[in-house]
Every structure is written in structure tokens, then in C-alpha cells.
């Protein structure tokens, strides 16, 4: 950039001086024939300033240059600040958000850092799903000043745990019945473009086994400082019992999350326990501001009982309060509509009618014979309702369709303006779909408030053909749905698990948007093809039951994670670089991974990732699967 800008002033300051040298009205230039005036000065109008070093001066004097390191244009922001460097000489860096007045970023050194919207530090906050522009400048100890750079961009969920400007992996390690459970935090590193290979930061309950301790991880700003927190579900807490525990864990800023083992003097910043034997609280766990005031609350569900919600709002800077429900405590919203159709598998928010207020939708996959339906409840202007506007069940059609058979269970699904009108559409999994062939649907909103999503799909994607899967019977493709920008054009991409495809290697299919027009119809088992295919190394590790885009790098592109939780676990990250984000890459034939995360401890590595807000899946699993303490009907409670 700084050689392409020397080479444009040396072309202007040339030209300058071939327009002046052609003047026949003046002796303008004393470079070629300067009038006696000009040489001592003698005042006359057709004379022009002799000085040429002025000119040469205001071309080459010290030119500000600064650069935003985190964010690029069209960027999903999964951070609570923007930062960059600057080149020495350079007095101030000013940011403008929406168009308001520029102020001041923190400069250390050639590094600056400014902090986006948080409720609790500049009393502002940006909705999930919510698009804005940004931009900077910088200027000289000379008054010079950059021409500001201008981004658009969404924002998304925070999953900044130390501040540095770049989005960390958070994810957990375990579980099963006798073995102690983790939640973990690899920092992103933002220079090197690779997250830590080990994890940072370690939270357990320290228990040997029977709480099924970080059974689900989510994240969220509870505190509205700007940094992200995370919150930890435990199911089967305390010890087999199921009432179900869920955690919540403050960062401490750049200090990042703290390491804590809550069987040894570790501390939580929020307890939360079930109302009784086997509610499971913290089957399904993450952090969304439902009621606009800046502050992230506790969005929790489980399938159990019936199907149960609640919702635990935040208190601002203390975030959200402990509670036991067990004792008589309640949550400022509770569901318990009793249909026993697995209600509260899985929940995610956005902005579904773009009216400025977060709506929220609930998954039950196992309704009308797993057919599937999604809870689509529609904000009042802050307030989340107590029952939904519309049931979203599975679609007939293609054949066999979603009401006979094997249904679909539909239940992974993901909240994203797919078509660019800033309205929450929905992508959602089938996996058990033409007896576990799998299929995947995605639902444009029409941005209204009673039924906003078509009872026929926009596009539909079949997945592979069943006799190149697992067993030649179980491709159990959508049962991890995730979204985010892979190419940086400005429209959210699908990412699609099928973790027995290839022979039980497991595959995971980027779908690339079109635009404004969305996705088209794509049939895998008939010649369909997708933008991307990542398949595991070895069959039986479950690559694909868990999968994440997030933007790691700050380029703009959103990268890919994947979990293969089989044995001591792996996950898998792939960095996006260029229009088909991480290409083709068949581990088990020589594909290119950017980087490997592993722990040497625990189980199931990837059990479950961090996801978005406008990127939440839940893996849904089939009836190959051993059910014990800590799964529901047929469905694992992992991602």
C-alpha cells in the first residue's frame, strides 16, 4: 500500500510540473525560464510561487498510514474492540461509528485498540444480526490525515475472551458418565492467524463423573463490559441426580477467562440449578440480549420433562444472578408447554422481522414422529412471548417428505439474513430424512410478526447418496448446521455435517450463497455438488458432528472448525482463503489442515463448540448410539 501511494505522488508531482511548463501566459516555471520577477521576488500576478519545495513538500511530506487489523469489509464482528497498528509519526486514531463523530482510540506504541458498543463501558450496544458501518482515521503530529477507511459489517456473537480484537475457540472436553468434564478457551492469535494448539484457560467442576460438566458451552457479554464470558451446562448434576446445573464464568478481561476448578477453591460468577429430578438444566446453553438492554442473558432449554425453557435475565454489570429453582426461586420466563416432542433441543435468536428486537426460535425434533418443528416466538418490542406465533413443522416434499417414514427431526438449525434484507432466515437439519439420508432446508423470512417463514422452503439440500455412507445406511446429513461468511462477499454461507458420509469418515458441505437470491435447489445423491468438502481421516471418529465459522484471522473470511470427538477427540481448523474458503481437504487423502487442537486429558475433545448467535447449531444424533444417563430418546446430547 505505502509503495503504490509513493508511486502516485511521483506521477502527480510530474504532471504537475509538465501542465506548468506548457503555460504560455505566464514564464510560470523558473525551473525552465523564470521571468526576473520571479527570481527577486518583484510582485506580479502572473507569476506563480517559486517555491517548489512547498509542492514537493505537500506530496511527500509524512503520510499518516494505519491499518485495522481484526476486521475487513462485510466482516461478522465476534469481538468487543477494533484494532490495528500504526506507522511512527502518527499522533491520533479517530473512529466514527453509524455515521456519528469520530473519537479517540487508545494508542500503545504503534498498536491502537477502540471499544465497540458495550452497555456497561460507553453505554451503547449493537443487537445480534444488526449491520453497521465503521470508520477510522488517523493524522500526523503535523496535521496531516488519512482519507477514512469505511467498513461495513454484522454483528455477531463475542467470543473475545481477552480483548485483543480477534474471536477465541471455546469448546469443551468430555463427556461421559465417569469421566470429569472440562470447558476450554484457546486463544486466536491474530498475528500468526492460528488459534493456540493447547488450550489457555481450563474450567472444571473437578468431579470424576456423573455431571456431565460441560455437556453443552455457550458464550455471551452477561457483565456488558465488552469481553466475552461463557457459560457451562452440567445435566446430570449433581452426581446423577439431573437437575441439571449451568455455570457462568466472567472474563477478567485481557487477562482472558480465569482457569477454575470448582472441586478445589475455584468460583463461578453465576450458579444455576433445575427445578427438580431430571429437568436437565444446561442440556442446551447460550447467552442472547431478549430483552434490549445491552446486556446478554441466559438462554437455557432442555428436551427433558417435557421440554422446558428459561430465561435468566442480566442485572447488568453483576450480570446474571445465581438461582436454584429447586428452592423456590423462578426464571423471569419460563416454557413448559408439556408436548413431549423434545422442545428445547436446541435455541437460537435474531432479528427474524426486523423491527430492532430479539426473537427467538425453539427446536423439537421428535414432534409427529420426528417429523420436527421449530418454535418461532416473535419479540414485543423487548419482551419474548409466552407462547409462539407460528409451529414450523417439516416439509412434505421431496419425497419421502418429512411426515412419514423416518421423519427428519428437524432440530440443528441457524438464524442468518441469507438474502441481504436484514430480516433472520432460517437454515435448519433433517438428518433422519429418506431413513437417515439426511436433508437440509433453508426459510426466508418475510419480515413479518405472526407467520414470517413459507411453509415451503426456498432451497433444499439432499444429502449423499446412502450407499457411499456409513454402512450403506446412514449419512445422517444436517445434523450440524453453521453459518458465517467463507468468501468475505457480504452473505452468510451454510456448512453442512454428515458425520457417517464417506464410509463413516464423516464429510462437512460448504454452500456458498449466490447473493441476494440465496441458495439453489442441490441434490448431492444425484450429481450435486457443493462449494467445499472436508472429509475426517478415519472412519468412527464422528468428523463433522460439531462444526463452527468464525472469522479467526480477521480477514473478513470466516473459517472453519470442525470437532471429531471419537476416542480422546480432535478438532480441526481450516483457515479460509479465497472463494471457495478452505477448498476440498480429504484428510484421509492427503488434505491440508491449518492447524490441529488437542488437550491431553479428558474425552471427546469438540464435544461441543461456541457458537455464534447467528451461528447456532446442535448436533442430532441417531438411535446407532449407545443411550445412557445424559442422552435423550435417541439423540446424544453433543455437538
Known sequence: MIR???????????????????????????????????????????CPNSDVSRLFLALFALSPSITISNLANHSIIQTGFLVGQIRPGIASVSVSLDGGPYTNAAINGLNWRYQLPAQAITGTHWNTGSKHTISVTAMDGVGNRTIPQVLNVVKGTNHDTDGDGFPDVILTDVPSNAVQGYGLVFLAHGNTGIPSSSPDSIVT????????????????????????????????????????????????????????????????????????????????????????????????????????????????????????????????????????????????????????????????????????????????????????????????????????????????????????????????????????????????????????????PNATFVGPALATCNGGTNCSFGNSVSTGDTNGDGYFDLLIGSNFA?????????????????????????????????TGASSGLNFGVSSSLQDITGDGMSDVLVSAPGGAGQVYYFKSAGTSGPGNQNLSAGGVVTSVLSVSFGQSLGNSIAKSRIDQDQMIGLSVFTIESGFKSNFPYIE
Open 4 to 46: 503504490r501511494n509513493f508511486y502516485q505522488k511521483i506521477l502527480t508531482f510530474f504532471f504537475l510540473i509538465l501542465v506548468a511548463s506548457t503555460n504560455v501566459n505566464c514564464w510560470s516555471n523558473p525551473i525552465f525560464l523564470p521571468m526576473v520577477e520571479c527570481w527577486v521576488q518583484i510582485p506580479n500576478s502572473r
Open 205 to 456: 467442576d473437578g468431579l470424576a463423573g456423573g455431571s456431565y460438566f460441560g455437556d453443552k458451552v455457550g458464550t455471551g457479554d452477561f457483565n456488558g463490559d465488552g469481553y466475552a464470558d461463557i457459560v457451562i451446562g452440567s445435566q446430570a448434576a449433581p452426581g446423577y441426580t439431573t437437575f441439571g446445573h449451568v455455570y457462568i464464568f466472567h472474563s477478567s478481561g485481557q487477562g482472558g477467562i480465569t482457569s477454575q476448578n470448582l472441586n478445589s477453591g475455584g468460583t463461578y460468577n453465576s450458579f444455576l440449578k433445575g427445578h427438580t429430578t431430571g429437568n436437565r438444566l444446561g442440556s442446551f446453553v447460550m447467552g442472547g440480549d431478549v430483552n434490549n438492554d445491552g446486556y446478554d442473558d441466559a438462554i437455557l432449554t432442555s428436551p427433558w420433562s417435557g421440554g422446558l425453557g428459561y430465561i435468566f435475565y442480566s442485572q447488568g454489570i453483576a450480570g446474571v444472578p445465581s438461582k436454584d429453582l429447586s428452592t423456590g426461586a423462578v426464571a423471569d420466563i419460563t416454557y413448559n408447554f408439556g408436548n413431549n416432542d423434545d422442545f428445547g433441543l436446541q435455541s437460537a435468536i435474531g432479528d427474524i422481522n426486523a423491527d430492532g428486537y430479539t426473537d427467538l426460535v425453539v427446536s423439537a425434533p421428535t414432534y409427529n414422529a420426528q417429523q420436527g418443528r421449530l418454535y418461532i416466538f416473535i419479540s414485543n418490542s423487548g419482551t419474548i412471548p409466552g407462547a409462539p406465533q407460528q409451529y414450523l413443522v417439516g416439509p412434505t416434499a421431496p419425497a419421502p417428505g418429512c411426515a412419514s417414514g423416518t421423519g427428519c427431526s428437524l432440530g440443528s438449525f441457524v438464524l442468518a439474513d441469507f438474502n441481504g434484507d436484514s430480516c433472520a432466515d432460517l437454515g435448519v437439519g433433517g438428518p433422519t430424512f429418506n431413513t437417515n439420508q439426511g436433508i437440509a432446508f433453508v426459510f426466508h423470512s418475510n419480515c413479518g410478526s405472526v407467520t414470517p417463514y413459507s411453509a415451503t
Open 502 to 534: 464417506s464410509a463413516g469418515y464423516g464429510n462437512v458441505y460448504l454452500f456458498q450463497s449466490s447473493g441476494s437470491a440465496g441458495f439453489s435447489n442441490i441434490d448431492l445423491s444425484s450429481g450435486g455438488t457443493a462449494t467445499s468438502v472436508l
